[in-house]
């Protein structure tokens, strides 16, 4: 972090901000009319999408390209993404052969066996589910507020990664795949200065996994 930046008005509001977003995602009463599906994916968008873009654009007044969207170190990022999907593949293959992962880890039953629900699956909900923790996680918290200075800024948005799954009480074998990827999308962000690398691989990643799930059952 920049010296005098830390307590900056930018880096307080930025920051409470980001904290709210995270605790009304994780008070907000479930409203019984609507489907938790449904509720959920719209909740999420508001949130981890939309503010953060109206925010960066509308209040602070500044680029997207503070947020990571940018080209970025192109060759170079594509060789840090092909190594972080190769060592986090192999996390999994790991866990798979000496944890409950593979048995605790569900597919709906369409998916393992229709293949276009299968793609429909990976192409449209697994990708836009990368897209919002990437954009809010890696591009929000850590390149908008926390400006992406230095290593502990990867450290720190994983924290609070994995500290909004335990205090949602949702760090199960199911989301283990995001839980596991998020250092490494830091990285990633970090080393290329673009979401569009962290999200590739993040997609690239959790495609990758649930195909070699389904070969296993």
Do not use: H
Not at 112 to 141: H, P
Not at 159 to 182: E, I, V, Y
Request: proline letters at 3%; one cysteine or more.
């Amino acid at each position: 972090m920049i010296p005098g930046t830390f307590f900056s008005k930018r880096f307080i509001i930025t920051g409470l901000l980001a904290f709210f977003c995270l605790g009304f995602l994780l008070l907000l009463p479930a409203n019984e009319s609507l489907s938790p599906l449904f509720q959920g994916v719209i909740v999420s968008i508001a949130f981890f999408l939309v503010i953060p873009f109206f925010y960066c654009k509308m209040v602070l007044k500044e680029s997207l390209k503070n947020m990571g969207w940018q080209k970025g170190n192109g060759a170079w990022g594509i060789l840090v993404a092909v190594f972080c999907i190769f060592i986090a593949l192999m996390l999994i293959f790991f866990l798979s052969r000496y944890t409950q992962f593979q048995e605790k880890y569900f597919f709906p039953v369409a998916i393992q066996t229709n293949f276009l629900w299968f793609i429909f699956y990976e192409l449209v909900l697994v990708s836009f589910t990368a897209l919002l923790y990437d954009v809010f996680f890696r591009g929000f918290i850590q390149m908008l507020w926390l400006k992406n200075d230095s290593y502990w800024v990867i450290v720190f948005q994983v924290g609070l990664f994995l500290g909004f799954f335990f205090l949602n009480g949702d760090m199960t074998w199911q989301k283990l795949p995001l839980m596991l990827f998020s250092p490494f999308a830091g990285i990633i962000a970090y080393t290329t200065r673009s979401l569009w690398y962290s999200w590739a691989a993040s997609w690239i990643f959790f495609f990758l996994t649930d195909v070699f799930l389904l070969i296993q059952k």
